[in-house]
């Protein structure tokens, strides 16, 4: 089975601060691992890819195996970063690729 | 491409009613997923498709949902009757096997059932 837990349901930062959006996961194979942003009242959309190592609007993840975490950072918080962010883990389920979403994260940039 | 595309944006409707919601995936992708989206539960796959065959519907919360996909590039999620606690946004999302590219989400349907 494959799980994602997202610990934190809301996180509050200054503007300027260092974010962090904790994720870890649990899966027996080799994962990939995703972060899904949701702005106000819009879609789903995907931030950034582990196999991918990008950096996306000054976010970056790392893919820790031994620790099972994908956290997110950014080192200054933005106004415009207040958004739900969604980890999610891409693996085999009975045969068929299923993507498992974490319970989300509310991130609320403070003035 | 557009994207993938849900119908209606918005749907308000009376306790009783029947609901459906449409869905049209990227051209292409063969996979398919519906989500239902609320404040307290966040975001539960109720089912997803896999080459238009229906794989895993454990997340259909009651006998009222029900979804359909007759072709690859099209899905129904329907609700009958229709009851207040079915108010969420629902998204559908599609992606192709073995991209690792995640999913690409439609804009969603904002369901208000009164």
């Known amino acids: 089975a494959q799980r994602v837990t997202q610990p934190e349901k809301l996180l509050s930062v200054f503007k300027g601060a260092p974010v962090e959006l904790k994720c870890n996961y649990s899966?027996?194979?080799?994962?990939?691992l995703f972060w899904y942003v949701q702005y106000s009242r819009q879609r789903l959309q995907l931030l950034l890819r582990h196999i991918s190592r990008e950096s996306i609007k000054g976010f970056t993840a790392d893919l820790n195996k031994g620790e099972t975490s994908f956290h997110l950072k950014k080192p200054f918080a933005q106004e415009e970063d207040s958004a739900m962010y969604y980890c999610a883990l891409s693996g085999l389920s009975g045969g068929y690729q299923k993507v498992t979403f974490g319970t989300g994260t509310k991130l609320q940039v403070i003035p | 491409d557009a994207g993938v595309i849900q119908s209606p944006r918005h749907e308000v409707t009376e306790m009783g009613q029947e609901v459906t919601l449409r869905c049209k995936p990227i051209?292409?992708?063969?996979?398919l997923f519906w989500y239902r989206q609320t404040m307290m539960r966040g975001l539960e796959l109720l089912i997803y498709f896999n080459n238009n065959v229906p794989i895993d519907d454990s997340g259909m919360p009651e006998d009222r949902f029900s979804a359909k996909m007759p072709n690859a590039s099209f899905s129904t999620l329907k609700i009958q009757p229709s009851e207040p606690r079915d108010s969420a946004v629902y998204f559908c999302a599609s992606t192709g096997t073995g991209e690792g590219y995640g999913y690409t989400f439609g804009s969603g349907t904002r369901l208000t059932v009164v």
């Open positions: 899966y027996s194979g080799s994962p990939e």
């Open positions: 051209s292409g992708h063969n996979s």
